[in-house]
């Protein structure tokens, strides 16, 4: 009598629409890794958007903000692997002309979500700015119209500004840097806490391998990466993936958790996040939670 075995669980990946982290997941999109009998599908969706589906629990795996975790730490823990960090970049602050921080009180700035790091690094540079929420690949546009006065943005316009005739005003990752001497620490990947510790460390383990297959077989991620690249030439959206995909994706190492825990911090500090919270993350080697301060949390 032959035994039917249960169907392969199905993991719900959600991440954004750019090429950072379509190269990130490119071996679990396309079936290069083994995922331990998991099934991963894959939606793509801003990152604001992700953010508020989290609050909800949508998605077992997602990518979220630094500055969401927060309000989500109830439900998702966030993963070692799989973080995007700013080593002296980052979101940038852009406008028709030069402002100085004085100028901008009593502007309108576009930022890219509510919960975004963007938005939390700008108001810890400057917590009194008019801000509106903005998608983040209308800003450019919004900016260039004079419908907003600056805006903050992400992704790939971090390289492209200079060619739309915007000039910087400030890069907070730059910044962040020079105020702290630290990297700026912008998104993760995060596992909904409800499906345990070994199923956590399952998903963390496929995530890893895709990212280390992706950064093995460069040329042909690159390839997969580049349908999300929006119309950046090949050698710039390479230079992009490299500033985000890395060995800090690899491992959020002590220098990283301390930066998610200093960012945190100063949110609070500026007024932007209502307590101060010590961000945890999963250890999937040792399948165990930590703080930023690297002790196990019991």
Not at 40 to 46: G, P, R, S
Request: net charge negative; proline share 5%.
């Amino acid at each position: 009598m032959s035994v039917i075995q249960a169907p392969p669980a199905v993991i719900r990946v959600a991440h954004s629409p750019d090429a950072d982290d379509a190269f990130m997941f490119y071996g679990l999109a396309m079936d290069k890794v083994d995922t331990e009998g998991l099934t991963f599908t894959h939606q793509l969706t801003d990152i604001e958007t992700l953010n508020q589906e989290a609050l909800n629990g949508t998605y077992e795996l997602t990518a979220i903000s630094y500055h969401a975790y927060p309000y989500l730490r109830d439900k998702y823990i966030m993963l070692n692997v799989g973080s995007s960090v700013g080593d002296k970049y980052g979101p940038v602050l852009v406008a028709k002309q030069q402002f100085s921080r004085e100028d901008l009180k009593g502007k309108t700035i576009g930022v890219p979500g509510a919960w975004t790091t963007a938005t939390l690094a700008l108001k810890i540079w400057e917590p009194t700015l008019n801000t509106i929420v903005v998608p983040f690949d209308q800003i450019m546009d919004k900016v260039k119209s004079g419908e907003i006065d600056a805006g903050v943005i992400i992704h790939e316009g971090q390289l492209t500004y200079a060619n739309e005739g915007l000039v910087k005003i400030v890069d907070l990752g730059e910044w962040w840097f020079n105020t702290v001497n630290l990297p700026l620490p912008l998104g993760c990947n995060a596992v909904r806490r409800d499906l345990g510790d070994e199923m956590i460390a399952k998903i963390a383990r496929c995530l890893k391998r895709s990212i280390e297959y992706s950064l093995a077989n460069r040329e042909a991620a690159l390839d997969y990466a580049m349908q999300y690249a929006r119309d950046l030439p090949r050698e710039k959206a390479d230079k992009f993936v490299g500033m985000y995909v890395n060995q800090d994706t690899l491992e959020a190492n002590p220098t990283i958790k301390r930066a998610v825990r200093l960012l945190l911090y100063m949110g609070h500090g500026a007024g932007v996040l209502p307590e101060k919270v010590d961000p945890e993350f999963y250890d999937w080697t040792a399948e165990k939670v930590t703080t930023a301060q690297g002790m196990a949390c019991h």
